[in-house]
């Protein structure tokens, strides 16, 4: 097996020594030194051996590979140096444009929008998409059978808790976070979530399976109603320009009390109604109001000490109004032609 492998090796040497071009060296390494060449046909029979000749045997290959494999990289260097050497480039021809990528719209509006909170002490704050039941939930003082679950019917992950029941789920908001950030830094705490939730919707031109939401809270000592409108209406200003106007209507939220939604002077029309409004001159865009006691429970914080609010709105639907796009879907559906706008 030695004087076979010595043999080998001197033959292939050889071959190296003359080569003349790159096509001969690519014909010895076909040859020689490819997967199935016969350098690596040899070196298979090395595992028929006994355990103390495969032991020296194996020495000797792996020594007489390296050398083989050293001289072919440096005969395979010299012909690339000489080929590079001859090369001819004209600088005077015109370079070739790279296609520059292009920030999705709604990455664009989300940077906006945290630039806009940090500045005024907000953290960004992140969880889990694959969110408990408990969380996404009863902890927002959604309890179970409770009638608000039928708006946010959604997707159960097929699996089941000691107690037979499917208790993970994709999160329907990004409510959960506010909880999860409550536990861990407690109170008082500014901060902002951004991600996506997943809802089970029959997807058309307003609605999707799946989008992007903005969660926002504020929970220390003497909070009120107020504190929220001045922030909220600084969003307007930044959104849709100095002149917006914010008028608050009540609504139900299981975790917020008193619950509000926040609509926005219409931004085309400023006010006085066309298409894009309903020719209300208004924009529904926030859902907010000052946190449920029973969701700062939850979160470890003492609500007779504490008080706060929340706000969340939809990215999509922010985005959709800013740049008058009138399909959802088309966020989710990777057309270049599209994206290549923004």
């Not at 000489?82 to 990528?101: E, H, I, S």
């Not at 609504?251 to 309903?278: A, D, I, Q």
């Amino acid at each position: 097996m030695k004087n076979k492998l010595q043999k080998l090796k001197d033959e292939i040497l050889e071959q190296l020594n003359q080569v003349k071009s790159s096509e001969l060296l690519l014909e010895i390494e076909n040859q020689y030194l490819s997967r199935k060449g016969r350098l690596g046909e040899l070196m298979k029979e090395i595992k028929d051996l006994s355990a103390d000749a495969k032991k020296e045997v194996g020495q000797i290959a792996n020594e007489t590979k390296n050398e083989i494999m050293k001289r072919y990289e440096e005969v395979k260097q010299k012909f690339e140096m000489g080929r590079n050497k001859n090369a001819f480039t004209d600088v005077t021809l015109p370079g070739k444009n790279l296609a520059a990528g292009h920030i999705h719209p709604i990455t664009l509006i989300q940077k906006e929008l945290e630039d806009l909170f940090t500045s005024l002490g907000f953290i960004l704050l992140d969880g889990p998409e694959l969110e408990s039941d408990y969380y996404n939930f009863e902890a927002l003082n959604v309890s179970k059978n409770h009638p608000a679950r039928d708006m946010q019917d959604t997707f159960y992950v097929d699996k089941k808790n000691p107690a037979g029941e499917y208790d993970l789920v994709m999160r329907t908001q990004t409510s959960p976070v506010q909880v999860r950030a409550l536990e861990k830094y407690g109170a008082p705490l500014r901060g902002i979530s951004v991600g996506r939730v997943f809802r089970s919707e029959a997807t058309d031109v307003r609605h999707e399976h799946t989008f992007y939401q903005m969660e926002g809270l504020m929970v220390g000592e003497n909070i009120t109603f107020a504190d929220m409108k001045g922030v909220l209406e600084l969003v307007g200003k930044k959104l849709y320009g100095p002149k917006t106007e914010l008028r608050m209507r009540p609504k139900f939220y299981p975790f917020v009390e008193p619950g509000s939604n926040g609509e926005y002077t219409c931004f085309l029309c400023h006010g006085k109604g066309c298409r894009v409004c309903k020719h209300s001159g208004w924009l529904e865009i926030v859902g907010c109001g000052l946190i449920h006691p029973d969701v700062l429970r939850a979160g470890g914080v003492d609500p007779k000490k504490y008080t706060g609010f929340a706000f969340g709105f939809g990215l999509n639907r922010l985005v959709m109004l800013k740049y008058g796009i009138d399909d959802i879907r088309l966020f989710n559906g990777g057309d270049l032609r599209f994206l290549e706008q923004f």
